[in-house]
């Protein structure tokens, strides 16, 4: 089952010949991450939003708790994402996504490096890598392997103060010329999110944009779902 999780996100790319066509490429996908903190209903809601539209990936991100705390959380949201075929993920931590069974880590600049972490995962789980606005930074993790890139912030978001400020020309740029997938991150909605499709973004990575939505998190990803499909069109 984790190999067809993980090529969720790898190897979701086409060759580029000049100009990306819209009609002819893969979808913009959602990847969720949670809020930062986890209510006790957290997994209902987390199964109801999987169950609403396409989501590739769902990123555990605890910060400031106790590795017992993480590992308590991710066992029931991992098996709700196994039910759905739906990669998890969690954040900063290799050792911790080896013990939760994870489909692998999403690590940030400060965190593990890329080569400790594919040391400690091993081949086949995925290892993502923050790039905040630095081409520099995407074309060495691409090139050392990793599963995705993730770019960002886009817009203004509560969830964290961003490293960066990422440009919608640096997705363009990405996605004309590499394959390694992009993900899109920071401040994202549903209201904000064509320009990012437009350009590319093989996946979004939402926080308050589902699990504060008013209608709540399956009537979000339903309209991320509407507005992915306009934007495209």
Known sequence: MRQSRVTVLDGT???RHGMRQMADSPPTRLYLITPPKLAPAFAADLEAAL?????ACVQLRLKGVSDQTVLAAAG?????CRAKDVAFLINDRPDLALAADADGVHIGQQDASYAEARRTLGADRIVGVTCHDSRDLALTAAELGANYVAFGAFFETTTKSPAASASVELLEWWNELIEVPSVAVGGITVANCAPLVQAGADFIAVTSGVWDYAEGPAAAVRAFSAAIAAARS
């Open 13 to 15: 790319r086409r060759t």
């Open 51 to 55: 169950g609403a539209g396409d989501v």
């Open 76 to 80: 029931p949201l991992r098996e709700v």
